[in-house]
Nanobody, 126 residues
Framework: QVQLNESGGGLVQPGGSLRLSCTGS????????MGWFRQAPGKEREFVAG????????VYTDSVKGRFTISRDNAKSTVYLQMNSLKPEDTAVYYC???????????????????WGQGTQVTVSA
């Protein structure tokens, strides 16, 4: 099992930017495809972005395309989520998740991920 720890959340004004980080430990990071999910109050947890084990394949939910970028640095055992042009509707707890890598596959469903971080709060408000 890989242990995951997110950081980088906070309060930002609409139109601002944040970069989330998620660092893994306990297992070789390159053995895992990674995903970012978010959960707003009263809503179900939803997929935001995912990346395969070597960073060649990425997937985004439609609402963040062109604004968010997922990337990873396997040497640092870290996956990032760069969030630009933030909107109030991006307010949520953001979670990173890991699943065992299968070639270039990027999962978008919650049940595909077996390892989760504790989450980091992102609040977009004036």
């Amino acid at each position: 099992q890989v242990q995951l720890n997110e950081s980088g959340g906070g309060l930002v004004q609409p139109g601002g930017s944040l970069r989330l980080s998620c660092t893994g430990s306990g297992q070789p990071f390159m053995h895992y495809a990674m995903g970012w999910f978010r959960q707003a109050p009263g809503k179900e947890r939803e997929f935001v972005a995912g990346i395969d084990w070597n960073g060649r394949n990425t997937v985004y939910t439609d609402s963040v395309k062109g604004r968010f970028t997922i990337s990873r640095d396997n040497a640092k055992s870290t996956v990032y989520l760069q969030m630009n042009s933030l909107k109030p509707e991006d307010t949520a707890v953001y979670y990173c998740a890991a699943r065992e890598a299968v070639d270039g596959y990027v999962g978008i469903r919650l049940f595909e991920y077996g390892n989760w971080g504790q989450g980091t709060q992102v609040t977009v408000s004036a």
